[in-house]
């Protein structure tokens, strides 16, 4: 018996110290969750004070919260267009939200080169869970043809309006959810994601993987099934019911891209960030299990600002922290997002960051993380020296945004500097703000700094590049 268990043991031993060499010899795993719609205010660790997401909390006690990172536009395609390539939206392919008649948005070019595409080429996994947006099914932009090995969620954005849809995608393929056919709700899709994010995790804890999670929540319809998560909030705020318009509903007369009726907005948006706080718990609680999380690095951020559709009210929640401006504002409020990372024994537990950075320098770290090279001509610099709290770390000399609609914006970033130009098309004027006096960009002072407001228009001119589908 004695000789049993001794040889137990050594067999138990000998299998954990090979699992720990092979992990040890393998390149991190990446793990991003990108929130939609989330406000910089929308976290308790954020400020949040009317209800709380301890799981991401957990993530900031873990690991860095970032306060001045920035998504990559004001809206979901371009953002995520940034996030994948490198390139700012004066150089990106998607600058905008542009639909197509059939299911899905316009395709990014297939000259691009994103994040995924790179991670292949050393081995990586990769596999993308929750909104695509950037090219329809089967097209150049597509998920699958832009280095993801699995996709599953919405292709669509206009699809991604609603949680109770017929179906999502899994790579190419349509899979139906049980009970939806638009007009009844049984299966709710960011639930279903989730499960294929954890079974990605789970199929390819053996190797290394990248796991990019763009989240549905809580953008609007605002919508949530009525269990314990929904219970927590029902009676908790002052509500003002939003009224849909016609065929908002599910039922035979249903607009697919509307928002529904909701009698309590304020609960619906507090549950989905609930549950979406939950999710991210389950991914941290997944990589604790399967062994792997000290070798995985984990970051999780937000596409955009905060909405005001389907009944959602960011100023009842201070969603924007008291930054100016929403969703599709290139002031701070709709592009300065919440930005956390954690990496066991490589992130320092607790600490903060103030370093200036945006979507686009995501890949740039990831590359450095893995040991790929980059990219000619990105726009992006790695953050992994600052992430490792090393004293090289490189800064932007500016950030650039673009936004081709609401008749056309500009903003650039410059240390403590910030210019906004709205109205370009016709001939709206710059405005300047210094961010270290005035971070809600209440005091605009061109008229003082004529030398500022000259270089802030000169970077414009330089990192804009013209684009035939997105004109500036």
Same mark, same amino acid.
């Given at each position: 018996?004695?000789?049993?268990?001794?040889?137990?043991?050594?067999?138990?031993?000998?299998?954990?110290?090979?699992?720990?060499?092979?992990?040890?010899?393998?390149?991190?795993?990446?793990?991003?969750?990108?929130?939609?719609? %989330?406000?910089? !205010?929308?976290?308790?660790?954020?400020?949040?004070?009317?209800?709380?997401?301890?799981?991401?909390?957990?993530?900031?006690?873990?690991?860095?919260?970032?306060?001045?990172?920035?998504?990559?536009?004001?809206?979901?395609?371009?953002?995520?267009?940034?996030?994948?390539?490198?390139?700012?939206?004066?150089?990106?392919?998607?600058?905008?939200?542009?639909?197509?008649?059939?299911?899905?948005?316009?395709?990014?070019?297939?000259?691009?080169?994103?994040?995924?595409?790179?991670?292949?080429?050393?081995?990586? *996994?990769?596999?993308?869970?929750?909104?695509?947006?950037?090219?329809?099914?089967?097209?150049?932009?597509?998920?699958?043809?832009?280095?993801?090995?699995?996709?599953?969620?919405?292709?669509?954005?206009?699809?991604?309006?609603?949680?109770?849809?017929?179906?999502?995608?899994?790579?190419?393929?349509?899979?139906?959810?049980? !009970?939806?056919?638009?007009?009844?709700?049984?299966?709710?899709?960011?639930?279903?994601?989730?499960?294929?994010?954890?079974?990605?995790?789970?199929?390819?804890?053996?190797?290394?993987?990248?796991?990019?999670?763009? %989240?549905? %929540?809580?953008?609007?319809?605002?919508?949530?099934?009525?269990?314990?998560?929904?219970?927590?909030?029902?009676?908790?705020?002052?509500?003002?019911?939003?009224?849909?318009?016609?065929?908002?509903?599910?039922?035979?007369?249903?607009?697919?891209?509307?928002?529904?009726?909701?009698?309590?907005?304020?609960?619906?948006?507090?549950?989905?960030?609930?549950?979406?706080?939950?999710?991210?718990?389950?991914?941290?609680?997944?990589?604790?299990?399967?062994?792997?999380?000290?070798?995985?690095?984990?970051?999780?951020?937000?596409?955009?600002?905060?909405?005001?559709?389907?009944?959602?009210?960011?100023?009842?929640?201070?969603?924007?922290?008291?930054?100016?401006?929403? *969703?599709?504002?290139?002031?701070?409020?709709?592009?300065?997002?919440?930005?956390?990372?954690?990496?066991?024994?490589?992130?320092?537990?607790?600490?903060?960051?103030?370093?200036?950075?945006?979507?686009?320098?995501?890949?740039?770290?990831?590359?450095?993380?893995?040991?790929?090279?980059?990219?000619?001509?990105?726009?992006?610099?790695?953050? %992994?020296?600052?992430?490792?709290?090393?004293?090289?770390?490189?800064?932007?000399?500016?950030?650039?945004?673009?936004?081709?609609?609401?008749?056309?914006?500009?903003?650039?970033?410059?240390?403590?500097?910030?210019?906004?130009?709205?109205?370009?098309?016709?001939?709206?004027?710059?405005?300047?703000?210094?961010?270290?006096?005035?971070?809600?960009?209440?005091?605009?002072?061109?008229?003082?700094?004529?030398?500022?407001?000259?270089?802030?228009?000169?970077?414009?001119?330089?990192?804009?590049?013209?684009?035939?589908?997105?004109?500036?």
């Amino acid at each position: 018996m004695n000789k049993l268990f001794f040889l137990l043991i050594t067999i138990f031993c000998a299998c954990t110290c090979n699992a720990k060499k092979v992990q040890e010899n393998q390149k991190p795993n990446i793990v991003y969750i990108l929130a939609d719609d %989330l406000g910089y !205010g929308d976290l308790s660790c954020y400020g949040q004070t009317k209800f709380e997401t301890p799981n991401i909390d957990k993530l900031a006690a873990q690991g860095m919260k970032f306060s001045q990172h920035y998504s990559g536009a004001a809206v979901c395609a371009p953002s995520r267009s940034t996030l994948m390539t490198g390139l700012h939206t004066g150089h990106s392919s998607i600058r905008g939200n542009k639909e197509l008649d059939e299911e899905g948005q316009t395709p990014m070019e297939g000259s691009a080169v994103t994040i995924a595409e790179l991670l292949k080429t050393v081995g990586y *996994k990769t596999g993308a869970f929750g909104k695509w947006g950037l090219g329809f099914p089967g097209s150049e932009g597509d998920a699958n043809n832009q280095g993801f090995d699995a996709f599953y969620g919405y292709n669509c954005q206009r699809m991604a309006h609603r949680y109770y849809p017929p179906y999502l995608r899994h790579n190419q393929d349509k899979e139906y959810l049980e !009970g939806n056919d638009w007009t009844h709700t049984v299966t709710y899709a960011p639930d279903k994601i989730q499960d294929a994010t954890l079974q990605f995790i789970e199929d390819n804890k053996d190797t290394c993987f990248f796991a990019y999670v763009p %989240l549905v %929540l809580p953008h609007a319809e605002l919508i949530s099934p009525n269990d314990s998560i929904l219970k927590m909030f029902e009676g908790k705020f002052d509500e003002i019911p939003y009224e849909g318009l016609p065929g908002s509903d599910y039922g035979p007369d249903i607009i697919k891209d509307k928002y529904c009726t909701q009698k309590t907005p304020y609960a619906a948006f507090a549950t989905m960030v609930t549950r979406m706080d939950i999710y991210v718990g389950q991914i941290m609680a997944k990589l604790e299990e399967l062994g792997i999380a000290d070798n995985t690095i984990v970051m999780f951020a937000s596409d955009n600002g905060p909405h005001a559709a389907g009944g959602a009210n960011p100023a009842y929640f201070n969603s924007a922290a008291g930054f100016r401006g929403i *969703k599709r504002d290139l002031y701070e409020g709709g592009i300065r997002c919440p930005f956390i990372a954690v990496w066991p024994t490589k992130i320092k537990a607790g600490s903060t960051s103030d370093h200036v950075s945006a979507f686009w320098d995501f890949l740039p770290t990831c590359a450095a993380i893995a040991n790929v090279k980059t990219p000619e001509n990105i726009d992006g610099i790695s953050f %992994l020296p600052e992430l490792l709290g090393q004293d090289n770390q490189k800064q932007h000399d500016h950030l650039y945004w673009e936004f081709a609609h609401k008749s056309g914006r500009q903003a650039v970033r410059m240390g403590d500097w910030k210019a906004v130009i709205y109205n370009l098309h016709k001939q709206g004027e710059l405005e300047l703000y210094n961010l270290a006096a005035d971070v809600s960009e209440s005091n605009n002072v061109a008229d003082q700094h004529p030398d500022i407001v000259a270089k802030m228009k000169e970077i414009m001119a330089e990192e804009h590049v013209d684009s035939e589908l997105f004109p500036l």
